[in-house]
């Protein structure tokens, strides 16, 4: 924290109040120092005086509105001026307090003011990192009736998507060109993966947490719903979403209405909520893997996206867009493919879909930068033609399987270490072990 003020009291006396509050402090005595130090220090909030020595703080704040755009200021003023006041919060100020205050006061109004400068970088972030995405490309049949869905919804008053499709198919980019084409495009775009996250926090991250609600909890959390309001909210593997959390995503739903975690008060967001899977959630629900009720409110308008396999026009289209993309980030010129590679790469089955091309092309790139990328260049696997058969799939169950085995005898049956092990939530290790038949029999 930065505090400009010319009076060596209220100096002193904000310095070891805040410092007691665990906030670091500096401070300037004049505008020019006070630039100075925001400049040097890099603050994540001033307290700036209205009147300086050597110029206005209006002065001062404009100052830092051009050169530290972002930065909270809470302006400090020894009279009652609601024009002043006014005038400051137009100029870009966070808040406006008058000598003398409470300190209590003080705090809630700094505190305030970081948070809402702590959510606006966020969704700024946010916002950005949904813009920085490939559109929906190619010319096949399949992808021209994806293409027309997408707009569809898009312009739909619909709130509840769901996405299908194979891993690597690329259902993260349709929730993405869902937003991007709807009047929520100014909004933001909240991004989340229910297997990535510790099932602990997992609430949290979604709805928020008070201060000290759990361990851990040393300031109020601001969740991910609350950050997509007035825009769309992706929820990715939702399939893996721990099954407590599913009767409150539910709920969410079905009204807009939710509570933080350690919270005494309801709050509401206006969200588009797009749900992904790779799963078949109608026979997980029908087994009490996924709750009923959560994967028909999920499932008013599903979208499948179609693996690359089935749209074999495109696999030409979608290298040369990453080659030319890649070149871009590489600086060099594109690769290209000799008519034996073309061949090669429209005759193989993509069992990774969109995702596998997408990083060979980057591979091949990074190795052999603007070249005529040959047939005998391409991996085995490409150049075999071969395909993902029922004897792969088996393959793939047993490797898992044991992986699986092997981290339950390290973690001696405990299934929380187990999953730590293999870097999943607990919930995702008790559907693996579910569906692959491993007893799941041991310590919680």
Same mark, same amino acid.
């Given at each position: 924290? &930065? ?6 009291? !209220?100096?002193?006396? *904000? ?5 007691? +509050?665990? /906030? ?24 700036? $005086? #209205? ?7 209006? $002065? !001062?704040?404009?100052? @830092? ?20 006041? !006014? ?19 003080? =705090? ?34 399949? !992808?021209?009736? =994806?293409?027309?869905?997408?707009? %569809? ?71 991910? #719903? ?7 909210? /992706? ?5 893996? &979403? ?50 009923? $009720? &959560? ?9 499948? #996206? ?10 030409? #289209? &979608? ?25 090669? @790469? ?27 990328? +040959?047939?005998?260049? *391409?991996?085995? $696997? ?16 047993? +490797? +898992?399987?044991? =992986?699986?085995?092997?981290? *339950? ?11 730590? =092990? ?9 559907? %693996? ?12």
């Amino acid at each position: 924290m &930065l505090v400009i003020d010319d009076e060596p009291g !209220v100096l002193k006396a *904000l310095v070891f109040a805040l410092e007691e +509050e665990g /906030f670091g402090v500096a401070t300037a005595v004049d505008g020019a120092g006070g630039l100075d130090a925001a400049c040097r220090g890099a603050p994540d909030i001033v307290l700036l $005086d #209205v009147n300086l020595p050597d110029m206005s703080g209006l $002065d !001062v704040l404009a100052r @830092l509105a051009t050169d530290r755009p972002g930065l909270p200021v809470i302006m400090i003023s020894a009279t009652s001026d609601t024009r002043l006041a !006014v005038k400051a919060v137009k100029a870009g100020a966070a808040d406006y307090v008058t000598k003398p205050f409470e300190l209590d006061e003080l =705090l809630y109004t700094i505190r305030g003011a970081l948070q809402k400068a702590r959510m606006a970088s966020e969704i700024d972030f946010r916002r950005q990192a949904s813009t920085a995405h490939d559109g929906v490309i190619g010319t096949s049949t399949q !992808v021209r009736a =994806l293409a027309a869905t997408i707009s %569809r919804i898009a312009a739909s008053q619909a709130k509840r998507v769901l996405v299908l499709g194979e891993s690597g198919t690329g259902k993260a980019l349709v929730a993405r060109a869902i937003h991007t084409a709807s009047a929520r495009s100014g909004g933001p775009f909240v991004e989340v993966n229910c297997a990535s996250l510790p099932e602990q926090l997992i609430e949290a991250e979604l709805f928020g947490a008070e201060k000290g609600s759990y361990t851990g909890a040393t300031q109020r959390r601001v969740g991910l #719903v609350a950050l997509a309001d007035g825009g769309t909210l /992706f929820l990715d593997e939702i399939g893996e &979403l721990p099954l407590a959390l599913q009767a409150k995503l539910l709920h969410f739903l079905e009204d807009g209405q939710y509570r933080p975690v350690g919270g005494t008060r309801g709050m509401t967001a206006d969200v588009r909520v797009v749900a992904a899977t790779n799963r078949d959630l109608a026979s997980e629900a029908s087994r009490g893997c996924f709750r009923e $009720d &959560l994967y028909y409110r999920l499932n008013v308008l599903p979208i499948a #996206v179609p693996a690359l396999r089935e749209r074999d026009d495109d696999v030409l #289209v &979608l290298a040369d867009h990453f080659a030319s993309r890649y070149a871009k980030s590489e600086r060099c010129e594109p690769i290209r493919f000799s008519p034996d590679a073309r061949a090669c @790469l429209t005759a193989y089955t993509w069992p990774g879909n969109v995702r596998e091309l997408k990083n060979l092309i980057e591979r091949l790139t990074i190795l052999h930068p603007g070249s005529v990328i +040959e047939r005998s260049q *391409l991996p085995t $696997d490409l150049d075999s033609g071969e395909v993902r058969s029922a004897a792969i799939e088996q393959k793939l169950a047993v +490797e +898992e399987e044991k =992986l699986l085995r092997d981290a *339950l005898a390290r973690a001696q049956g405990h299934r929380g270490r187990t999953a730590e =092990l293999l870097g999943i939530s607990r919930h995702a290790l008790l559907r %693996r072990l579910q569906r692959l038949g491993i007893d799941g029999e041991g310590r919680p």
